[in-house]
């Protein structure tokens, strides 16, 4: 479910920006492409070390969308490329997902996981 070269993202850094909807309306927060992880089963892992708002509307409504890309990596016409995700997110605070990044950050309060309905390329 993760295309290759999403996975090639990844691995450099970059921005990624994270959008929920909640009964205030949307709300964004951002991250660094570098700090995600993928589970086994597919699932985008991203340490929260604030992100409350965010934590907030996932609970009122799970759809995220997330935008990322890499100036590095190449595109569809060119250098840079990028993805669209859509999905499900919940944040969790024990279990396997949590611990991954625990092991990595030590400042982390949550794990954002998200499971991706979507991933396209968008340049």
């Known amino acids: 479910m993760i295309p290759e070269k999403l996975q090639e993202i990844l ?57 990322l890309g890499s100036s590095k990596v190449k595109g569809l016409h060119g250098p840079g490329a990028g993805f669209l995700i859509k999905g499900k997110a919940a944040f969790v605070a024990s279990g396997p997902d949590y611990d991954l990044l625990k092991s990595k950050f030590s400042w982390l309060r949550a794990t954002l996981a998200v499971t991706i309905d979507s991933a396209t390329q968008t340049w």
């Open 11 to 67: 691995q450099t850094d970059g921005v990624v920006a994270i959008a929920t909807l909640g009964k205030d309306g949307p709300h964004m927060v951002n991250t660094w492409n570098s700090y995600i992880r993928i589970s086994p089963e597919g699932r985008m892992l991203i340490p929260a070390g604030y992100m409350h708002k965010t934590e907030e509307n996932i609970k009122h409504n799970p759809d995220v969308l997330i935008t």
